[in-house]
Nanobody, 124 residues
Framework: QVQLVESGGGLVQAGGSLRLSCAAS????????IGWFRQAPGKEREFVAA????????SYADSVKGRFTISRDNAKNIVSLQMNNLKPEDTALYYC?????????????????WGQGTQVTVSS
């Protein structure tokens, strides 16, 4: 399996930006589709964005479309999530996850590999 480590979270005011990174090690990174998920206290883990193995196709939750951008650099084994115009409702623990299937999945249960998460807090 691939090992994942997230970084880049923090405290930011509404309207601000953060860039999250997901660094991978272990098996070749290009074998995996990567998803970003988030979980706020008392809520279920929800899909945020996903990117295919080559970086040529991306998907976003409606709540972040136009504000967040997912990208990957397979040479550096990193997936990034650029988050702009952040809102208080974006506050959550953000996770990256990997799966090796040939389709995009929005279901966290279909991702076998997860990082430990990085906290994003947006103040109003």
């Amino acid at each position: 399996q691939v090992q994942l480590v997230e970084s880049g979270g923090g405290l930011v005011q509404a309207g601000g930006s953060l860039r999250l990174s997901c660094a991978a090690s272990g098996r070749p990174f290009s074998l995996y589709r990567i998803g970003w998920f988030r979980q706020a206290p008392g809520k279920e883990r929800e899909f945020v964005a996903a990117i295919d193995k080559s970086g040529g196709a991306t998907s976003y939750a409606d709540s972040v479309k136009g504000r967040f951008t997912i990208s990957r650099d397979n040479a550096k084994n990193i997936v990034s999530l650029q988050m702009n115009n952040l809102k208080p409702e974006d506050t959550a623990l953000y996770y990256c996850a990997a799966h090796g299937a040939s389709y995009t999945s929005y279901d966290p249960m279909q991702y076998p590999s997860w990082g430990q998460g990085t906290q994003v807090t947006v103040s109003s």
